[in-house]
């Protein structure tokens, strides 16, 4: 073949990570952090159903 390849070019793998040890202030922080994103999520769901929140006001009209 010549220089030029035709198609995609996969990208290389990424080397595996080693599993790190975690200390008590770790694993608080992510548990902390997974909890306030389960809450985040729960308050998105809450406002999806609740509807719009600016309804009222002054309905302006065409005309001028």
């Known amino acids: 073949m010549s220089g ?3 198609g995609k070019v996969k990208p290389l793998k ?3 990570k080693d599993k790190k ?3 008590e202030d770790d694993k608080a922080f992510l548990e902390k952090k ?3 994103a389960a809450a985040r999520k729960e ?3 809450k406002a999806a159903k609740g509807g719009p ?3 009222g006001g002054i309905k302006k ?3 001028k």
Request: aromatic share 0%.
């Open 61 to 63: 009209s065409g005309k």
């Open 34 to 36: 997974k909890a306030e």
């Open 43 to 45: 308050m998105a769901a």
């Open 53 to 55: 929140l600016v309804g």
């Open 21 to 23: 040890d975690l200390d």
């Open 4 to 6: 030029r390849q035709g």
């Open 14 to 16: 990424a080397p595996k």
